[in-house]
């Protein structure tokens, strides 16, 4: 009799540490596939390519930069960048590698975003889109299967080199120029885009632009004082955002399996701008690496005696146009967990896991969420996204 007991306790407890503890990945209903994240386009998603393709002395291999982890590796932060945190959430264990690095292990992705990206023209020292796509082509026989690459995550962000320059090179384009302006750059990304769904990859995260004009370094530059954005540049991109969602729905519905999200990265960084203190940063308008009147300019240049704020983690910039490793971790969670008011029509949690070779039964709808931004503060909602 007390044999038996002893027995039928033991039994349940093996019985219930295997419950708990069976592939504990499934308890959650999380299960996510062992696939890879590849990163195209600009300095925000460059995990140290510029380096390899830069003669020139790049600020970013040295101190301040990688600094909240004692760690210069050629990111544009000052530690982690967004696709990093995502890379993590995907349980990914190892850190995504800048693909133009030498031996680096691309088993599980690459980046292959490269600082002074654009699409169109030919960038000094770095890579259009489209020679990003080429490069990711000539890597693939030898580094990834049809299978990983259809199942894995293609997140692209780019075209601000391309506005930047445009602002610069033509300071009175009229509204025509500007519209034509626009219309090139979104063709050119429906036709890169096109190149990497014909290479195979199947499930894209488009990450739309940020308000340009807000930009410490661009506010620095057009002198437009601490309060103030410089609008044309936030209307060039307002114009290209708008543009992206429509166009990612007609790719959806004319390509079988193609797959996307829009994360709205330009009302995230809005939100923060102008509601700071709700997401716990204190400084939004300058930076905390630079000189000059926001601190913008020159930040880690050995000629260049730049300011280094004490307490990185409280402002959202942290040079002239890269944002803290605190707000990359926003963006990474937003990005990997948001609801659609911030990122539609699916986070990548569930863009993972959405079977492939099916078509998406939800597509990408204009929000107002612009308006959203201007809601007063005792509002409850995605205002603290
Ligand atoms: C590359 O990383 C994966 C984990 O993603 C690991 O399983 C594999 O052994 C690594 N390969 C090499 C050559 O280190
Ligand atoms: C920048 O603009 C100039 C003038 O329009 C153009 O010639 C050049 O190709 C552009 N550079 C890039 C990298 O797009
Ligand atoms: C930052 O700029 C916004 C407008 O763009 C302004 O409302 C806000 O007061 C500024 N914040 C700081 C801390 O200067």
New binding site residues.
Partial sequence: MMADHCNLVSVLGVFLVLTLFHNPITVAGQFIPPVGLFTFGDSNFDAGNKQILSKAFVAQGFWPYGKSRDDPNGKFSDGLIAPDFVAKFMGIPIEIPAALKPNVNVSRGASFAVA?A?L?????E?L?LNQQVRKFNQMKAANWNDDVIKKSVFMIYIGA??YL??T???PNADASAQQAFVTSVTNKLKNDISLLYASGASKFVIQNLAPLGCLPIVRQDYSTGMDQCYEKLNDLAKQHNEKIGPMLNDMAKAAPGFQFTVFDFYNAILRRTQRHMNFRFFITNSSCCGVGTHNAYGCGLPNVHSMLCEYQRSYLFFDGRHNTEKAQEMFGHLLFGADPNVIQPMNIRELVVYPIDEPMRESWEPTTSSTTVQTSDSSRGYAFY
Avoid at 120 to 124: E, I, N, S, T
């Fill in positions: 002074d654009t169109l023209g030919a960038p000094v770095s259009t080199n391309d320059n445009f610069k090179s033509n």
